[in-house]
Every structure is written in C-alpha cells, then in structure tokens.
C-alpha cells in the first residue's frame, strides 16, 4: 500500500510538520507500507519530493534552492514567500530542483492514502481534508467538519459551553478595533476588569502555542506587545532601533521575520506597499528612520489574525492527552500527561525541544482525578465528533476543576511528542502506533458511504498485512541497543538510541531491543526495558522509572487499567503485552540479541570499556574496535598522535586540578603564558560540545576551573553566570581540562568549520576501505556550536554540502582535499564503522587548503537531526541503509575474528 505523507505547509508550524514528516517517513512499516514523500511549499504547490532533502536540518536548507535565492548581504535564510510574486513559469523551475510537481488530480497515480502530518491553518482546519475526499483519496485523522473545529479556538469556547464543559472566561480583540490607537488603553482596562489578571492573549488560527502571551501585571506596554505579538504584527520605534547599532538591528530583523516567534514574511507597510525579503524590509526600516520625520513604523504580516482571544489565566497543573478509538469506535483516552515547564508559556520551543520541559505521565494525581480527566477527554473527543485520534490539552486547578482547551486533530509527530509518548504506555511503538492510525483512517472513512468497495479492499490488504507479519517475526536479527549513560550528553544518547530503534523496529530485516546502560566510573548496569520506558523525556526519567521497579514498584494502577481497556489494540498491533524492565548481565545479553549497537556518548560506549565486554563474548557491535576508542575517547591524546603524524591540530596542552590546588595564581598565569586570550577550554574526555567554552579573559578562566575542579555535584551560581551557562546546561567534574588555541581565518581569504563523516567496508583482500561523506557546514549562534545545534530538530543550521567556494569545480576540489586530510586521520587512528570528524578549513590567497582538526567522535550522535545523515543521503543512504551498513560491518568484523 502507498502512503503519501503530505508535510511542511504554508502555516508557521511547517518546520515542525517537515520534521514530524521526517518521522513518519522513517517510522512507517516497510513490510507494510511504501512511503511517498508530498512536501508542500509555502505557496501550497505539492512536490513529490526527491527523498535526500527529507533529511535537511530545516526546510530552508534545501527550498527554495540556492540557485533561486537573491544575493542577502547578512546571510538571511528564506521561505518561497520571500521572492515574491512568481510566476507558474518560475515555480516550476524552482520545484524541479527539489522533486516533481503534483497535482491533486494525479495523487491516485501516487498512493492510496494520505498520511497527514500538516499542522495549523489548511493542514488541521478541513481544507486539505476536503481536498482529498473531492479527489477520493482515504486519509488519516478527523474528517472536514471535526478538522474546522479543531483549529478554530475562538468557536471551540462556544462549543465547550454549549456542551456543558467549564471554559475560562474570555472576550476578543477585533482587528479593527486594535488599528484605532486611541481605543487601546480602555480595550486593556475593560479586559483586566472582566477578566482580572494575568491575561492570556492567543492567535485563534493558529496551533502549537503560537501567538501566546501572558500578561501577568497591570502594563499596558507589555499588554499591546502581547496583542500584537498574537496580531502578528510589530510597531518599531525610531529612537529604540538607532540605539541598537548594525549588528544588533540584524539580529533583531532575524528574529522579527521568524515564523515561530516573529511576525515572518511578507509584510503590509502603512502605505498598503509589500516587502517580501528580509533585507529590503532592513534596508526600508533604515532609510525610513534616516531620511523621514518618522518616530515609528508599523508592520504587519499579510495573513495576520482578524481578532485575537483574551481568556482569564487559569493556576493549576497542566496536562495534555491523546484519545484514540478501538475498532468499535469507542474513544479510549491514554494516560494523560503532565507538563511541567521551564517557563510560564507551554510555548513552540517548549513542547517540542527536548530537555526544556518535563513530562510526567500519568499526570501526578490520585488515581479517581485522572480517570475524571480521561473521561472528559473522553466526552469532548466524542461530543466534538474527532475521529481515529486527537489530542486534547486543559488544565486541573487545586479544587479538582478540569478545563479542556486547544483539542488538537493533528498531533506534533517528533519522536519526544504525546503522540508516540503516550501510545508506548499501552505497548505500541512508533512504527506499529503510525500502523493503527493508518488501518483506524481507513475504517473511519469507510463509514462515510463513499468509495466503499475500494476502501473495503484497502482494510482487507491492510489487515491480511498484518497478520502476516506478525507469523514471520521471529526470523528477524535481534539487536540490542545500547542508550543512556551517565555522562552530561546521557540524554543525547537517549535520543541517538530510540532513533535507531525507531529505525530498525520499522525495517523487515531486524528486531530491536531497547537497553539502558547507567552506573558510574566505577561500575555500570544494563537493563532491559519497555517501549513506554524508552519513550519517557531523558534519561533521568529512564532511570528513575528503573529504580522504581527496581525497588518493588509496580505500574502505576491508571496504566495498568489502561493498558487492559488496550488489549485488543495492543494485541493486534504487537502479538505481545508490556514487560517491566530487567537488569541483565552480558552473558544473558548474549541470549537476548544477535548483535549490539551501541548508541552511547562520552564515557562508557566511545572508551573501548562495552567494546571489551562485548568482545569477551563475541557479540558483534557497531563503530571503532578496543584500542581505537580508548585513543579517541582522550581529545589530548588524539591530537599528539595526530600532530606527531604532521596533521595541523591546534596548540594545547592539560590543565590538571592537582596544579590548581597547589597554587592557583600560577596555575593560571602558566596557562595565559602559553594561550593568549580568546582560547578554548574543554573537557579531554568528554564527547563533542559538552563543555566546551571560549573563554576570554581571566574571569572565565577562573570560572572554569572553579566548576570543573568542584568537590560537589552542584554548580556554583556566580561561575555559571559568568560563563553564560544555558538553562539545565550541565558541566562535568574532571581532574583535568584540555586548553586550545582558538583557531581563526589566520589570514586565510575563505574560513569555516565543518563536520564530516564516513563509513567503512571491508575489501576483498580483508583490509578496510573508507568512504569519506561531503563535509557539512556548521554555522553557530554562539561563540561554539552547543549540543542542541548539532542535535535537536530545528535548532541547528547546517549546511550540505559545505560550501568552501562559489565555483562548482573549484568547491568540488577543496572538496575532495578535506575527504583525503579526514580519509586519513581515520586511518591513523585505525577508525572503525563509522565516526565524525570536526575540524576548521582554511582557504590560502595562494589556493592551498589547510584542515586543522578539532576532533574525532567514534560513536557521533544519532539524533533524527543530526547532519551525517545529511550527508549520507548525497551518497545514495537513507537512514536506515546507513545503520544497515553500520549493523552489517560489526557482524563481519565480529566473524573475521572468531574465524581467526
């Protein structure tokens, strides 16, 4: 069966529908379904998208292609909006580089169903919905009426009323009534006094948090900020925008075009004129304020809201829940999930980056609470007429009142979202929950009366496919992966493991089990565990729902309810019930599994200490053997090896607390004697961005040292501060850092920092072959690349392949040089597998290039977002074939060895 998963979109959640796309396209079952990628551009063109730019980190990365884009003086990445108005002529060309066009008359000639991982405004409110049924094509989720309901915030109070649901009280804004300045200070003073304070301002067309502020004091400022954040428009003010300087106006004209948290592009001038591209609205802002007797300018985006919502705030727990239906059609709500935040808005940023909230599930309440919260989610799912799923958010204040808001018909699907959070709790991993959804779509549209003999025919194959698969998956190799740690990049590992669950639980060649490693330096402990354990927020909650087993706990008695109220899903999409996790040796591992992939950062999984385990009992695992870990493990290590085989790396040398203690004014001026300010101070032994710091002066240094040389596990407040320490930022505690000269363009007329990665194969003669991948380029928002930019969905900006020159040829030629200078740094350092170099190149007036490396991970991050995939898709590799040959590696490797 085809499915079409039809993602991106014109609204502003269209980064979070690329990714969510991304998973679906990964997660979906291949020995049930071909997966056909239908990207929508902004303008709402369907492309049938050329699979390789499914694993860019954003959409802007690849469309509009470079070739489209107008020279931008401060870099400024766009949207197919910002080249205003094209022609049919201009689209095409513009879409053959990323694909083939689509139109909705030849989707039946593409696949049989549509997978919808739209969001927002023509993804969640019936358009694409009623598009699909004119065309008869069978769909996922609610149907058209649901869907129009689902998206508008505004009728859904109405709603809620009508059908006896308690609802915040609230009142609107009128777009025309915000344009009459003169009416805004009474607008704010009749709401406070209807509505009391804080305030919350919403976007009614808009999903995921989008356009929300709340008002907490009695200020009008902060008030109309809030309004025109939800109207999507901006008031700038002359005297504020001079006083920021150029840099900071670029900043803040970055920040104001973003569709998440800014107004985005194009924008309506006072005049009824407009501006399409970043810099022209740069450059008018500046000639305005310069040539003009203007104080202000106003901006507003072209498809800004008509009114905006004002709800009273309502203080109690928050929670979300996702309700599904059985084959019957009886609404069965999951374990609702509690959300405790980092700050006062649930907003994008929060509900969809890993690490800035927390959730907790089932929500922390006695056991008659939360089954009062599923049964009105229950009630609303039904009495709202959702179909196959939704997912419905409220609140419950401390007497006990339940108010339901936002119901949801199109859930975010990143691998961290509710979605996949909540279905693992009744045993259904991401492949076989995307499976139900699609067969439920199915049967949901059978009831329609329409095209009832195909769709009958289409739920027979989808049910015989099943079964079928079911009778066959005990031939499958069982591989154990590997995840957790206790090092500060364990939730990176976490994310990297159920990525490579994810991907080989969807494969027809491989049978995955989750396995969690934590302990400390001086022992580590594996255990087994379940889906809905692997699924929790971080490794933290991993552990802490390991220890609660551990000490005699049991499932919480919702879930356990739950789950049985599931067992005809669960059954019929698993073959199997939920497991409590269970420590294991390596011995009984070798039982369990085939083969291991070890998904784990830092110290241990990148030491060579699992490997040795392993070895011992000839489980075949992924990446570099023994010794070549404990090499590249130690960053100090590595670069003596390298520069004693003439690799450029950069100055350094170990700072090392036993000195510290002794005298910490020498300690100090010995490092400043040898490093002058600004320099690098890193963990030696720590994986990638883990502490990695530019530090500029003695202050710094002196905070560095302070936490990395601490006797407690806490932070000292003041060095955090200094050193910028980012929210839930963690900093390792070592008896000694590594100290680098901080490598600049040196007079080089082209500079850049790059990050490469390759595979291996064995030849035929039994020796080992590299292929080195086109190098990424790596762009940071800060002084050094952090942890979520090489990592989260969204965050990073990295961009494949590198761009070392303008000529093709030419760029292709450096190209080639750095591959040669990585080839050979991993032969030096007898790399297996796979690994990831980092390194800075340098393009000389004479034309030489020069590749200064930074370092070598052995086991680099897995995330869904992580650019090696980028970059082993320009080599023909999805994903998984990358993993596959990772995977296929071990096991020769591990045969070679027992033969020998």
């Given at each position: 069966m085809k499915v079409g998963i039809i993602f991106g979109g014109p609204s502003r959640e269209r980064e979070i529908s690329f990714a969510g796309g991304r998973t679906v396209y990964d997660n979906l079952d291949k020995a049930l379904f071909e997966a056909v990628p239908v990207f929508v551009d902004s303008l709402g063109n369907f492309i049938v998208l050329d699979w390789q730019y499914i694993y860019k980190g954003t959409i802007r990365d690849f469309y509009p292609p470079v070739e489209a884009l107008p020279e931008t003086e401060h870099g400024m990445q766009i949207y197919?909006?910002?080249?205003?108005?094209?022609?049919?002529?201009?689209?095409?060309?513009?879409?053959?580089?990323?694909?083939?066009?689509l139109m909705p008359h030849e989707f039946k000639q593409h696949f049989d169903f549509a997978f919808l991982a739209l969001h927002g405004p023509y993804g969640e409110d019936g358009s694409i919905q009623g598009l699909l049924e004119w065309y008869h094509i069978p769909y996922s989720g609610s149907g058209i009426l649901p869907s129009a309901?689902?998206?508008?915030?505004?009728?859904?109070?109405?709603?809620?009323?009508?059908?006896?649901?308690?609802?915040?009280?609230?009142?609107?804004?009128q777009h025309s009534d915000w344009s009459d300045r003169t009416k805004r200070g009474r607008i704010f003073e009749q709401l406070v006094e209807k509505l009391g304070l804080p305030l919350v301002l919403k976007a009614p067309q808009q999903g995921s948090s989008i356009g929300v502020s709340i008002i907490k004091e009695n200020d009008f400022a902060q008030f109309e900020a809030g309004v025109e954040r939800s109207f999507f428009t901006k008031t700038i003010q002359k005297s504020q925008w001079q006083a920021l300087g150029e840099e900071k106006q670029v900043a803040s004209m970055r920040q104001l075009v973003d569709i998440r948290e800014g107004i985005g592009m194009p924008v309506l001038?006072?005049?009824?004129?407009?501006?399409?591209?970043?810099?022209?609205?740069?450059?008018?802002?500046?000639?305005?304020?310069?040539?003009?007797?203007?104080?202000?300018?106003?901006?507003?985006?072209?498809?800004?809201?008509q009114q905006i919502l004002v709800e009273a705030f309502i203080k109690g727990k928050e929670f979300s829940?996702?309700?599904v239906q059985d084959e019957a059609g009886k609404a069965l709500a999951l374990p609702p999930t509690e959300i405790v935040k980092g700050s006062e808005v649930f907003d994008y940023r929060s509900k969809y980056l890993p690490g800035l909230s927390r959730k907790i599930t089932p929500i922390n309440l006695p056991t008659e609470q939360i089954q009062e919260i599923r049964e009105a989610c229950s009630k609303l799912y039904k009495n709202f007429g959702f179909n196959v799923y939704a997912r419905l958010d409220g609140f419950i204040t401390e007497s006990g009142e339940i108010f339901l808001n936002d119901p949801n018909t199109t859930s975010g699907m990143l691998p961290s979202s509710f979605f996949f959070h909540q279905a693992a709790e009744i045993g259904l991993?991401?492949?076989?929950?995307?499976?139900y959804i699609i067969r439920t779509s199915v049967a949901e549209r059978l009831k329609s009366g329409k095209d009832t003999v195909k769709l009958t025919r289409l739920l027979q194959q989808v049910d015989g496919a099943i079964r079928d698969e079911q009778a066959h998956r005990q031939e499958k190799i069982r591989v154990g992966v590997i995840m957790g740690g206790y090092s500060s990049e364990r939730h990176i590992s976490v994310e990297s493991g159920r990525n490579i669950y994810e991907k080989l639980s969807s494969s027809t060649k491989y049978e995955p089990l989750p396995i969690f490693l934590t302990g400390n330096n001086e022992a580590h402990r594996l255990y087994t565990i379940p889906v809905n354990i692997m699924l929790k927020d971080n490794a933290d909650d991993v552990k802490e729902k390991i220890q609660h087993f551990e000490q005699g706990g049991k499932p919480h008695p919702v879930l356990a309810q739950i789950i049985e109220e599931a067992e005809s899903i669960t059954r019929k999409y698993t073959g199997r019930s939920l497991q409590e996790p269970q420590r294991i040796t390596y011995a009984q591992l070798k039982n369990l599994v085939d083969a291991v992939f070890i998904a784990l950062h830092g110290r241990p999984g990148e030491d060579g200490a699992l490997q040795t385990e392993l070895e011992k009992l000839h489980i075949p695992y992924n990446g570099s053997g023994i010794r070549s870990s404990r090499i590249t493990i130690n960053k100090y290590e590595t670069n003596e090896i390298l520069a004693k085989h003439?690799?450029?790396?950069?100055k350094h040398q170990m700072a090392l607390k036993e000195d510290w203690l002794k005298d910490k004014e020498l300690f100090f001026q010995g490092i400043e004697a040898e490093f002058p300010y600004p320099f690098i101070a890193k963990p030696a032994d720590d994986g990638c961005s883990s502490a990695v710091k530019k530090i500029k002066n003695r202050r710094e240094l002196e905070a560095f040292s302070t936490l990395m040389f601490r006797e407690m596990e806490e932070l000292d407040t003041e060095c955090a501060r200094t050193l910028s320490l980012g929210f839930k930022e963690e900093f390792p505690n070592k008896a000694g850092f590594l100290v680098e000269t901080l490598i600049s363009r040196n007079g080089a007329k082209h500079f850049l920092e790059v990050t490469g990665g390759l595979l291996t194969k064995y030849a035929p003669d039994g020796t080992v072959d590299y292929e080195v991948f086109e190098a990424s380029e790596a762009l940071a928002e800060g002084e050094v690349l952090s942890l979520e930019e090489k990592f989260l969905a969204g965050e990073g900006q990295n961009i494949t392949p590198a761009r070392y020159a303008a000529d093709p040829e030419r760029r292709q030629q450096i190209s080639d040089k750095v591959k040669e200078d990585l080839k050979r740094v991993a032969q030096i350092l007898q790399i297996e597998g796979y690994a990831r170099i980092d390194a800075f190149v340098r393009i000389l007036e004479n034309e030489e290039v020069e590749t200064i490396i930074i370092e070598v991970n052995s086991l680099p991050g897995m995330t869904p977002a992580t650019c090696i995939f980028h970059q082993t898709a320009i080599n023909g590799y999805k994903p998984y074939d990358f993993i596959n040959r990772i995977l296929q590696f071990g096991i020769e490797r591990n045969k070679m060895k027992v033969m020998q």
């Open positions: 197919m909006e910002s080249l205003g108005e094209l022609s049919i002529a201009e689209q095409n060309a513009i879409i053959a580089k990323a694909g083939k066009r309901i689902g998206i508008d915030k505004a009728a859904q109070k109405e709603m809620l009323k009508q059908h006896g649901f308690p609802t915040p009280d609230y009142s609107t804004i001038l006072q005049d009824g004129d407009i501006l399409y591209h970043p810099e022209e609205l740069l450059r008018h802002i500046n000639e305005t304020f310069s040539n003009a007797d203007t104080e202000s300018i106003t901006l507003t985006n072209i498809e800004h809201e829940c996702i309700v991993n991401p492949s076989q929950f995307l499976t003439g690799v450029p790396v950069a």
